[in-house]
């Protein structure tokens, strides 16, 4: 597995807008070989900013590479590209992770 996440870190008078344009955005994710989830996490309030991170997991690294040279990402960061620089303060910090443990939840069934 492998994880990806952009932090994005917004004024508290951005909040909704900021939160409405990923809300409104046309994911093609899942038309994506290797996509398994993506989750987008809001922090709490600090100092009047708040702490957003897109997360996807991917099933390996290629697959998000993959991702990244995909005419599905250029559409969704052509859209994104001069409405969220507003937005957010700075630029987005990527993090990738390379997944070395998973513990999921364990069946109902015994």
Not at 5 to 19: G, L
Not at 51 to 71: G, I, K, R
Not at 74 to 82: E, F, N, Q, T, V
Request: hydrophobic share 40%; glycine share 8%; proline share 1%.
């Amino acid at each position: 597995m492998f994880l990806a996440m952009n932090r994005f870190t917004v004024r508290v008078e951005n909040a909704a807008a900021f939160e409405q344009l990923w809300l409104s955005r046309d994911s093609r994710l899942h038309e994506l070989e290797g996509f398994v989830a993506f989750h987008m996490l809001k922090g709490a309030e600090q100092d009047g900013t708040i702490l957003y991170a897109s997360h996807t997991v991917w099933d390996s690294e290629e697959n998000f590479t993959a991702w990244t040279c995909s005419q599905q990402f250029r559409d969704a960061h052509a859209r994104a590209g001069g409405t969220s620089r507003k937005l957010h303060e700075g630029h987005p910090q990527f993090e990738g992770f390379t997944s070395i443990q998973q513990i999921g939840r364990q069946s109902d069934a015994a």
